[in-house]
């Protein structure tokens, strides 16, 4: 993810990135310009249309068709934005989780130091797990190198690997009860932590695998190709060869804010623009070394 100051009006407007709409889409701009410059021609030098008022009449129909594919476009973003959002709240649910549920434990477990160090080491390998989970890729072994062999030999790493990590917890605090280390009514209040562990996975995996509904996101860019196709038509008396570059402009704006819902619906990826789960787990890590 992107880190940047918002209030610095200078020079982001300028500012280029890989994500960067224009650079995506700039060969489908200079199609569009071509396009809209083959109309041009046709209409003013070659069918000479410019008397006709009832093709004038055309562009009050891109007025109306504008307002409704703005509508459109705002519902479209704003759909992929609260995925976006509900991601890194999850994701923020998961670090304060797993900060009450290390003081717990450090409190709970003061002089055994042999459990403390199994959960310090755990509790950062299941945000390690979620992230590589929800990004698809297999998750290394390479992650697993702090987790002691016992432990280890309970893994299937062809399986669920956050929902086994999370039964490797709930079996520990079982065995603490059945030690004497825990009463039960203490690993009922660890219980419930260990819960919003596969409550978070769960609603992770709801906005990865729950994508906006095809015929919706093909609607909407049929909708975009047809309206800037049509343009050059209804525009090309009122504004000349004008009309070229900004059908370009209008179709980089409109195309930009599909490019945009896009990428931001699918907050878990490895995007510029997605959310930093690398980053949180670093910081979850860190804050439960500090704690127990």
Known sequence: MLSYNPKDWLSLPFRFHKSDTLRRLFPFIVLVCLYAYGVAWLELEYWKLGENSKVRNVSIMHTLLGVVLSFLLVFRTNTAYERWWEGRKLWGQLVNNSRNFAMKLASLLQDQEEEKLFFRNIIPLFADTLKHHLRSEETRIELFNDVPEAT???????????????????????????????????????????????????????????????????????????????????????????????????????????LIAEEIEEPFGGDENDLPLGRISKTIRSHINELI
């Open 152 to 258: 280890l030999q309970r893994i299937d790493l062809k399986k669920h690997l956050p929902n086994q990590i999370a039964a490797v917890m709930h079996h520990r605090i079982g065995e603490l009860v059945r030690q004497k280390h825990l009463t039960e009514l203490q690993a009922l209040s660890l219980n419930q932590d260990l819960m919003t562990f596969t409550d978070v996975t769960g609603a992770c995996e709801r906005i990865k695998n729950t994508p906006i509904p095809y015929s919706y996101s093909v609607f909407i860019k049929k909708f975009i190709l047809i309206y800037v196709a049509t343009l050059p038509f209804g525009f090309v008396f009122s504004l000349g060869y004008f009309v070229v570059p900004i059908v370009g402009f209008i179709f980089y704006v409109l195309a930009s804010l599909e």
